[in-house]
């Protein structure tokens, strides 16, 4: 079935969040995703939605506002059924040409260490690692600090 790329808008935080929970094999993740993502960063954020209309993926990002060469990945998901189908490519493909079209040259995200799968997809499409940021979301919760040049 074909996938079609477009820009967040706000309406789509519901079909976006009634899926992360369960994308991420039932782990508490929707509190991380708040709707404010949905409302101030539509041009640089992207769904993913099959041709009868249902979720296939998504990516929330923004533009630094310390740094104007970063942009970064806060929140990426892919539905279990679409993954491997280079979805997930194409999404951070339509991120990085909206960082480069605001003169950003490079992108950062996080990951949690433990996540073989997230660090193995992200090496795949260019991220390095730059480190091991301990207690990154509160006591006990390191982050892997990723980074890609565009």
């Known amino acids: ?28 993740m929707a509190p991380m995703l ?9 041009s640089t954020s992207f769904v993913a939605d099959r041709a009868d209309g249902t979720l296939a993926g998504f990516l929330i990002g923004f533009l630094s506002q310390t740094d104007p060469e970063t942009a970064y990945v806060h929140f990426v998901g892919v539905a279990p059924d679409e993954r491997g189908s280079g979805l997930g ?22 990951t949690s260490p433990q ?7 992200h090496q795949a499409i260019g991220f390095e690692q730059e480190g091991l940021a301990d207690d990154y979301d509160g006591a006990g919760s390191s982050r892997v600090l990723l980074a890609r040049r565009l």
């Open 34 to 42: 708040p709707r404010l993502f949905f409302i101030h960063f539509e």
């Open 89 to 110: 490519r194409d999404l951070y493909e339509r991120f990085f040409d909206a960082a480069r079209g605001s003169g950003r040259s490079v992108v950062r995200c996080v």
């Open 1 to 28: 079935m074909s996938v079609g790329i477009r820009h967040v808008q706000p309406s789509d935080y519901g079909r976006v969040i009634q899926h992360v929970n369960e994308w991420w094999g039932g782990r508490e």
């Open 115 to 121: 996540n073989t799968a997230s660090l193995a997809f």
